[in-house]
């Protein structure tokens, strides 16, 4: 049996601790809120991120994040992407040197444009063989509801990588293995950002041609800045490229896309902040994703737009024109 510690218990990270409390590990879950870990200890419930989900009775919360890594083998982190480095800098001396960190961070870090799983290394110390990425079409909600799911385990070294996997595979979630993390990772990212323009055009009333369009476009966006990262183009035929994006850019269930919905609709940016609640990561990585395809001289038109409008710098109204009106190309895989 595995010591897992969660950090922390917003959905996706009581969802993913809930997969791998029914995987038969011993979980422990770190909550800042004292309200959320009673409700987990006693009732079996987070009712602020994920009500009327029935959690495993074995999952253990607790406010002290010493305590959640105490002995653990694994340490799964789901925080704000941006929020990252801060945190990690605090809990650094509290992590095993043996312990393999688990990222289900889907965000790209704001002026130094590096994926989460880079961030880890680089705070931790904990060397890149040992940090793994989760990424898929995973909708928290469905996930915690044990609905059928899978997901990408992304780690270079495949042992890992498979040990990870053996640790969270249940009847209702199934997950792969893979050493593409930068594919698997830029592919979780990126997706959050078309998400938005999909919640933009659908707010807009723009119909599902517009839509498939930004879908299909967006994943080209991709590919292409994949491809001048080192990612393996295959990744984003896969779980972790068009599965995710299918899952974020098409349910209501998708933070990303219902912010961009409320833009859509002509709320403003903290309008859209209050109204969806929770971190829609896609509103700050925009940025960073289109700072980053610069340096490395890749066009993002959608993640331009985005910008754009999450900026104040274009209208919603004028977000459609901007790409409509550029000039056509041949279609071809990564173009």
């Known amino acids: 049996m595995n010591r897992v510690a969660v950090l922390s218990a917003g959905s996706w990270g009581t969802a993913f601790a809930a997969v791998l409390a029914d995987a038969g590990n011993e979980v422990v879950i770190h909550g800042r809120r004292r309200e959320i870990v009673d409700a987990i200890n006693i009732r079996h419930e987070?009712?602020?991120?994920?009500?009327?989900?029935?959690?495993?009775?074995?999952?253990?919360?607790?406010?002290?994040?010493?305590?959640?890594?105490?002995?653990?083998?694994?340490?799964?982190?789901?925080?704000?992407?941006?929020?990252?480095?801060?945190?990690?800098?605090?809990?650094?001396?509290?992590?095993?040197?043996?312990?393999?960190?688990?990222?289900?961070?889907?965000?790209?870090e704001t002026h130094t444009g590096l994926r989460m799983s880079e961030v880890i290394t680089e705070v931790t110390g904990v060397p890149a063989d040992r940090v793994a990425a989760v990424s898929g079409p995973n909708l928290a909600r469905e996930v915690a509801a044990r609905r059928p799911a899978a997901s990408v385990i992304a780690c270079r070294d495949e042992t890992t990588a498979k040990a990870l996997q053996d640790a969270c595979v249940t009847p209702y979630f199934r997950p792969y293995t893979n050493t593409d993390v930068v594919g698997c990772e830029l592919g979780g990212a990126v997706k959050n950002v078309i998400a938005l323009a999909i919640g933009l055009a659908a707010g807009m009333g723009l119909g599902d041609n517009a839509r498939a369009l930004l879908m299909t476009r967006g994943l080209a966006e991709t590919a292409r800045l994949g491809a001048v990262l080192g990612a393996d183009p295959l990744t984003f035929s896969g779980l972790a490229g068009v599965g995710d994006l299918i899952a974020t850019c098409m349910s209501p269930l998708s933070r990303n896309r219902t912010f961009g919905e409320h833009l859509g609709q002509g709320l403003t940016v903290p309008e859209a902040s209050a109204a969806t609640r929770q971190t829609a990561e896609g509103v700050k990585s925009s940025q960073s994703i289109l700072e980053l395809a610069r340096r490395h001289g890749v066009e993002m038109p959608i993640?331009?737009?985005?910008v754009s409008v999450v900026n104040g710098t274009a209208t919603v109204a004028e977000a459609a024109g901007l790409l409509m009106t550029r000039t056509p190309k041949p279609e071809r895989y990564g173009v």
Request: without cysteine; proline residues 9%.
């Open 303 to 306: 993640t331009e737009v985005v």
């Open 46 to 108: 987070n009712p602020a991120y994920l009500p009327d989900i029935t959690l495993p009775r074995s999952l253990r919360a607790t406010t002290d994040v010493a305590e959640a890594l105490a002995g653990a083998d694994h340490l799964v982190v789901s925080i704000p992407a941006q929020t990252l480095r801060d945190n990690l800098t605090a809990w650094a001396p509290l992590i095993n040197p043996r312990t393999v960190v688990v990222s289900l961070m889907k965000g790209i």
